[in-house]
Structures are given as C-alpha cells and as structure tokens.
C-alpha cells in the first residue's frame, strides 16, 4: 500500500467550480508539499505544510496532522488550473530531506 | 528562485547505450535529487546526492549511477540503456526552510530507449 494515496485519481470540473483534491498519509510526517504538473510540463511546487492552512491566490491548502489527511482546494476554477496536482510528504525520523509521491490527480476544467 | 537546468530535454537512444543526463544548479544548494515520473508509478527516487562525492541510492537505482565531482552538477548514467528506463527524468534541489526543506524541479528530460 503507497504511503501517500490521493483521490480522486481523475476530476472534470467546468470553470467556476470548487475543487478539492485530497491526501492521506499512513505515517508521522515532518511537511507535506503540494506539486503542480501541466501536460508535458516540469514540476512547480505550490504549498509547503506542517500545519493549519495557506493560500495562495485561488489556492488553498489545509493539513490536519492528528487525521493525517491534506486537502487542496481550488477556488472559481479556470481552464489553466488543469494539471495533474501531486501530494508528497516527508517522513519524520528519517531523513527530512526526502519525499515520497502520492500518484497525483488529473484536474481538467472544461470552459 | 533557485536556477536549475536540465539537459538534454528529449532524447533518443538504443538499447545498450550509455546516456548520461546533466543536472545543473547555480546555487550552490547541498541537496540534489534524480527521480523517474511514469504513469500509474509516480515519481520515485533514483539517487541522491548530499554534497560533492556523497550519493546515494533511492528506490528504483539499479541500472542507474550518479557522480557529483562539482557542487552545481549532479550527473546520472544509465550505463547501458534498456527499454524499461523510458522515462521521464526529473531532478531536484532541495532547500532548507525554517524547519523543513523547500523543494525546486528541473524541466524533466524526456528519454526514450528504442
């Protein structure tokens, strides 16, 4: 079982709506990243988190550490917004310096 | 922003070739990262690298090696390129922030092994 599982693994939205996208993680974690990937395109990180909650723009992301879950939320989504959106966390005790993937969720928003 | 380059973006090579994909950072950042993205999979970790001459291995390394000789570059050798490294290679930096690490990717290489 992968240490980090997303759902959903697809979400077709049309422009306007809000998108969650969700993380589960099954051990203590010292961060979890959120990544942005368009089609064909390198890897963008959009959130860093050990706690609460940020935003950026029309993004935000929460973290609940007791329930070891995070959630990205996209707010008045726009075409642009699609991407695959990967969670990634750094075990605590070990090396904090190293991440492992969720396999990502594919978020096409049709105009 | 921390600079990072990858090259070569695209390439095409034959089984049982040696291909060696360059990462390079004009940071001077300590931690660099390999990792191959392919679908249903995820990115996972090839090597390592905590600073000049100190790798190490990840998940997936075998067929893989890495050297770093200079602070900037970190290097990756498929020594004799299969059919299952058609990938998608990414590396990374990773930098120290406030209690954990921020990370920056590549623009990936695309290879491909025919």
């Known amino acids: 079982k992968n240490e980090v599982e997303q759902s959903p693994q697809n979400l077709t939205a049309q422009e306007g709506e809000f998108i969650t996208i969700n993380c589960s993680y099954s051990v203590g974690i010292s961060a979890l990243h959120w990544l942005q990937q368009h089609p064909g395109g390198g890897i963008v990180s959009l959130f860093m988190l050990s706690s609460g909650k940020k935003k950026h723009g029309r993004l935000i992301a929460t973290i609940n550490i007791q329930e070891k879950h995070s959630s990205l939320h996209i707010t008045a989504s726009h075409p642009r917004d699609s991407a695959v959106y990967i969670c990634a966390v750094v075990p605590s005790g070990g090396s904090n310096y190293k991440l492992t993937f969720g396999k990502g969720t594919l978020l096409t928003v049709n105009p | 922003d921390a600079g990072i380059t990858q090259s070569p973006r695209h390439k095409v090579t034959e089984t049982g070739t040696p291909v060696t994909l360059r990462c390079h950072q004009t940071e001077n950042h300590r931690y660099m990262y390999w990792y191959r993205q392919d679908p249903g999979h995820g990115l996972r970790l090839i090597h390592y690298s905590y600073g000049v001459k100190d790798t190490d291995k990840g998940e997936v390394s075998d067929g893989y090696s890495v050297s770093r000789s200079k602070t900037e570059d970190f290097l990756l050798t498929l020594e004799s390129a299969t059919s299952s490294q058609t990938s998608v290679y990414f590396c990374?930096?990773?930098?120290?922030?406030?209690?954990?690490?921020?990370?920056?990717f590549g623009s990936g290489t695309r290879l491909t092994v025919v």
């Open positions: 990374a930096i990773s930098v120290r922030q406030g209690e954990a690490y921020g990370y920056t």
